[in-house]
């Protein structure tokens, strides 16, 4: 089985490939940002006038990544439970890793049943975001 995923539940992509795609029973998602699937807005961004971007939220932008996973996985018939790595992609570690571990702990707050992770600082993303995530889920029978 190889299945091709989309739901309107989560943002666009910023290209041309799927939310996920099914293989299996291994499920692999895109690198998924805060955008709101709503209006394509990014939680927490303020802009100067010449639309430059002036500051972020990143608590804003984690709680909305992690929206955004859920809804993908919902999408494909699974939950937090089901993930087993992220890659976690952050545009300013030194600033937004404390944070961000603090949010992770929320959503997954027994680290023995959270799925495995690797956090990389990066220069940039594809939008003006702080944060991306990459999933990898084992979807259940």
């Not at 666009?12 to 805060?34: D, E, Q, T, W």
């Not at 939220?57 to 992690?66: G, K, L, N, P, W």
């Not at 944070?99 to 939008?127: H, K, V």
């Amino acid at each position: 089985m190889n299945n091709s995923i989309e739901t309107n539940t989560a943002p666009k992509a910023v290209g041309h490939y799927p939310h996920a795609r099914r293989v299996g029973n291994l499920l692999f998602l895109s690198g998924i940002g805060p955008r709101s699937a709503v209006d394509n807005s990014i939680p927490g961004n303020v802009h100067r006038d010449d639309y430059s971007l002036e500051s972020y939220d990143i608590s804003a932008q984690c709680h909305s990544v992690f929206a955004n996973v859920k809804a993908v996985l919902n999408a494909s018939g699974a939950d937090f439970s089901d993930l087993v790595d992220v890659t976690v992609y952050l545009t300013n570690m030194a600033h937004d890793f404390k944070i961000y571990n603090q949010i992770w702990a929320e959503y997954f707050p027994d680290a023995a049943l959270a799925p495995c992770r690797t956090t990389l600082g990066i220069t940039a993303l594809p939008t003006p975001i702080a944060i991306e995530l990459k999933c990898t889920a084992v979807l259940k029978d």
